[in-house]
């Protein structure tokens, strides 16, 4: 009998944890073009996602040097200003400023044909906040954009 009680036992033993405990990871997956666009303009994240992970892939050909493209995450009061930034920084620094508080996550740089990835945990987002999505290779931050939603 306490056999069969066991898994009920279990079970009632993980009602208390919270909601963090059964949270996910969630992944998406964007597409950048040597037409300066990403193919979304819109990312929703479920409120229950743990962490995000972003695999941005450059389904062009052009080389980094002449047509690079990153995924930068900021809130978007950030946004110009980052972009600016950007063009004033190098391929090696990823068109950002180093160690900048006001990106949230972002992939390095990539050419044609390349595929990067970041990860970041959600705890750094607010539901109902509001986020852009961009590219800070000089010239593409205020075309290549996209708002990001966490539920």
């Not at 009920?8 to 990871?25: E, V």
């Not at 229950?48 to 002449?66: F, I, N, S």
């Amino acid at each position: 009998m306490l056999r069969r009680l066991l898994p009920l036992f279990a079970l009632c033993a993980l009602l208390p944890l919270s909601g963090a405990a059964f949270a996910r990871n969630c992944a998406v997956t964007v597409e950048a073009t040597d037409m300066m666009t990403f193919n979304l303009k819109t990312i929703r994240v479920p409120g229950d996602c743990a962490q995000l992970r972003v695999v941005l892939k450059h389904t062009g050909r052009m080389p980094a040097q002449a047509m690079g493209h990153n995924w930068v995450l900021a809130e978007t009061r950030h946004h110009r200003e980052l972009g600016l930034a950007g063009g004033r920084m190098k391929l090696a620094d990823d068109y950002l400023p180093r160690n900048d508080a006001r990106v949230i996550a972002h992939t390095p740089v990539i050419g044609g044909g390349q595929a990067t990835e970041v990860v970041f945990p959600t705890s750094r987002l607010r539901r109902g906040g509001d986020y852009t999505f961009f590219c800070t290779f000089p010239g593409h931050w205020n075309m290549m954009k996209g708002k990001l939603v966490f539920e």
